[in-house]
């Protein structure tokens, strides 16, 4: 290869591996600011950061220390925003109905995603709507895990990622990139471990980009 040619291939290859460490960077950064709002060594404005925005019990929550022990692999996906609003759409239709005959002539909100469930009352709607829930996972799984729709909490009305989707508009193609760490607190006087895990995401479409946030957990579920 001459080298002209190696220097344009250096070129060419420069670009993504400086991008690829820019996001690697920022999403340090953000999982950084969030950690240290919760253990007060930072501004609380760390907390901002969730997904969706920090809840009065989210604004409430600290943690006394934290250790990241691993990393797994970035999980990354590019899909059409249309057909994963129509698959959403067909689920929450499914649990709406399931919802209804488990509750008789109560009736239910077209709109689920303001309908306060109980912990027992999502359980029973994950039946007779594994059929949907697999579809989307088969057809979308990094934002099936994102929005949680193989847990009960999917069905939360915290749940951010519904209003990310209602936002997107239904159109085009979306990206949505996931880090996952496993983190580790030592709490109460005898400093007993608990391990959870920390995700920090991006969605991206046409019409706005949420940038780097972190999904919540603390507030609606300790998954």
């Not at 501004?43 to 989210?58: E, F, I, Q, V």
């Not at 649990?95 to 029973?124: F, H, N, P």
Request: some cysteine; hydrophobic content about 40%.
């Amino acid at each position: 290869m001459s080298r002209f040619a190696l220097a344009l291939c250096l070129l060419l290859v420069a670009p993504a591996v400086a991008r690829a460490g820019d996001s690697e960077a920022e999403v340090t950064a953000v999982a950084d600011a969030y950690l240290k709002a919760l253990t007060g060594e930072g501004d609380d404005k760390g907390k901002d950061l969730l997904l969706g925005g920090a809840t009065m019990n989210a604004q409430l929550f600290n943690l006394e220390n934290w250790t990241v022990l691993s990393k797994d692999p970035v999980r990354k996906e590019e899909g059409d925003l249309g057909h994963a609003a129509a698959l959403m759409a067909d689920l929450d239709k499914a649990g709406r109905e399931a919802l209804t005959k488990m509750m008789g002539s109560k009736g239910v909100d077209d709109d689920l995603s303001t309908t306060e469930l109980s912990l027992e009352e999502a359980m029973k709607i994950m039946g007779p709507t594994r059929v949907k829930r697999d579809k989307l996972v088969k057809s979308h799984p990094v934002l099936a895990y994102v929005a949680r729709v193989t847990k009960e909490v999917y069905w939360h009305p915290k749940n951010p990622v519904r209003a990310v989707i209602a936002k997107a508009g239904g159109k085009g193609r979306y990206t949505l990139e996931v880090h996952r760490w496993k983190m580790e607190s030592r709490e109460g006087p005898r400093k007993s471990p608990r391990q959870w895990p920390l995700r920090m995401v991006r969605f991206k479409c046409a019409a706005f980009d949420t940038g780097w946030k972190v999904l919540p957990a603390s507030d609606w579920n300790a998954e």
